[in-house]
């Protein structure tokens, strides 16, 4: 059964950058798109940054573009999100999810599978 843990969340100033990282126990994640989901009250679940099972292919929302960062270290089974030039709208609380053999877009638009915990981003002065 496949666990996913994330980790690396706080509290950082406005322009400031933090590392989220999602590691993964019970299954190698080679074979898993993976998707960085976020969720801010009162506001939509937002699929933000995505990497694709197959051929590593990553995907973005607008939002994020260009200060998001995804990548994936298969020998530790675990995936990163660097988040840059952090914004206050960037605050939520963002969640880890894994999806058997799908594609980053669709594991940004309709994420599904196994999910993690989630771990709390805060942008504030």
């Known amino acids: 059964q496949l666990k996913l843990v994330e980790s690396g969340g706080g509290l950082v100033q406005p322009g400031g950058s933090l590392r989220l990282s999602c590691a993964a126990s019970g299954s190698t994640l080679d074979y898993y798109g993976i998707g960085w989901v976020r969720q801010a009250p009162g506001k939509e679940r937002e699929g933000v940054s995505c990497?694709?099972?197959?051929?590593?292919?990553?995907y973005y929302a607008d939002s994020v573009k260009g200060r998001f960062t995804l990548s994936r270290d298969n020998a530790k089974n675990t995936v990163y999100l660097q988040m840059n030039s952090l914004k206050p709208e960037d605050t939520a609380v963002y969640y880890c999810?894994?999806?058997?053999?799908?594609?980053?877009?669709?594991?940004?638009?309709?994420?599904?599978?196994?999910w993690g915990q989630g771990t709390q981003v805060t942008v504030s002065s």
């Open positions: 999810a894994a999806g058997l053999l799908r594609s980053a877009q669709a594991m940004c638009v309709s994420p599904f599978g196994s």
């Open positions: 990497i694709s099972s197959s051929d590593g292919s990553t």
